[in-house]
Every structure is written in C-alpha cells, then in structure tokens.
C-alpha cells in the first residue's frame, strides 16, 4: 500500500475488513451473493463488487485497486 500507484495486496483488503468487523463472505452474503462470491475481486475487475468492498472499508475503489482505475485518470476508455 506504500507505492502511490500499486494496488493493494489481498491479505491488506482483507485486514482492512476485518478491522471494519466484516470479512469477504458476510459481504458477499449482505450483497444478496452466494458467500465466496467477492473473493473473485481479489483478482479480477468487478465494479460492482470493488465498490462493496471499498464502502465496507471507507475508502474510494481507486485507492484499493488504483491500476484497476488509471485508465479513466486519463481520459482513456476503459477495456472491456
């Protein structure tokens, strides 16, 4: 989390959840999904679920996964 422009490691999302008294499959749980279905944005691009895991930690999507963002930072369109 040190370098301005890395993304987060997992076991970081994860302690920053906890510390927040949630976890990857009560959230998952509380989104109405099957309970390991957030695990899946440890490595791929889900919007949806970037933005559930960085509401339960209190900070925006792009500072988790700001790779995951650069795009749009400049004025690129996003890959689909």
Do not use: C, F
Request: aromatic share 4%.
């Amino acid at each position: 989390m040190s370098q301005k422009n890395q993304d987060w490691h997992r076991a970081d999302i994860k302690s920053a959840l906890e510390k927040k008294g949630k976890n990857m499959r009560s959230l998952s749980r509380e989104a109405g999904l099957a309970p390991d279905s957030l695990r899946n944005v440890l490595t791929r691009h889900w919007p949806k679920a970037e933005n559930l895991v960085a509401k339960a930690i209190g900070v925006p999507p792009e500072t988790i996964w700001p790779s995951r963002y650069e795009s749009k930072k400049n004025g690129l369109k996003e890959a689909v």
